[in-house]
């Protein structure tokens, strides 16, 4: 079986789902909540290893998985459209695929309101001031709002890296650092 198999299953679950997500809610004028429980979700998923453990483990039976992820929902007020849906997912058994839908739906929501996610890694976590400057910079090069999501890598040392669609501008000591132990290599 070939190995990106599936990955790209899960990635065609994902986009039924997303898309199916993303029409009701923009027919019931909720994209603004959709955006909320994208962001609730996610910061649940990076931040709970149990609720990570649900969507992929095969030990919980259907209904035990049903039942937890609607408990979920219920807890983090989540909207009718993303709590039934989670509930479906559940059901089949498709709840693998929730951060592939979760990333389909920031990029639907994106496009809709003509902006684009950078991802910005960084040594230590930017100031709100920063944010502000990093947001400016990227809009006047783009030309298109701009949505940050963030993470802390402590192993750049200092600096930045960012992504814009398949723009990469690193300018990380790490990377500095590998640049330059390159160009000492070429001159021995």
């Known amino acids: 079986m070939d190995v990106s198999e599936p990955a790209s299953i899960s990635t065609g679950i994902a986009q039924r789902y997303a898309t199916a997500v993303f029409e009701l809610s923009k027919e019931s004028k909720s994209l603004k909540s959709l955006e909320a429980d994208i962001d609730a979700l996610e910061g649940a998923l990076s ?8 969507l992929v483990s095969p030990a919980y039976s259907r209904d035990q998985v049903s039942q937890a992820i609607t408990a979920v929902a219920k807890k ?17 058994r498709r709840l693998f695929a929730l951060p592939q839908v979760l990333a389909a739906l920031t990029e639907m929501l994106a496009a809709e309101k003509g902006e684009v996610t950078a991802d910005v890694s960084s040594a230590q976590a930017l ?10 910079t990227l809009k006047s090069r783009i030309g298109k709002d701009i949505k940050l999501k963030l993470t802390v890598d402590e192993t750049l040392i ?31």
């Open 47 to 54: 931040e709970s290893a149990d609720l990570r453990n649900l």
């Open 76 to 92: 983090m007020k989540l909207s009718k459209t993303v709590s039934g849906t989670l509930g479906l997912m559940a059901s089949k």
């Open 127 to 136: 100031t709100p001031a920063q944010e502000k400057d990093l947001v400016t």
């Open 158 to 188: 200092g600096g930045l890296v960012i992504k814009v669609g398949s723009q990469m501008i690193d300018t990380s000591i790490r990377a500095q650092l590998a640049a330059l132990k390159n160009s000492m290599k070429e001159v021995g």
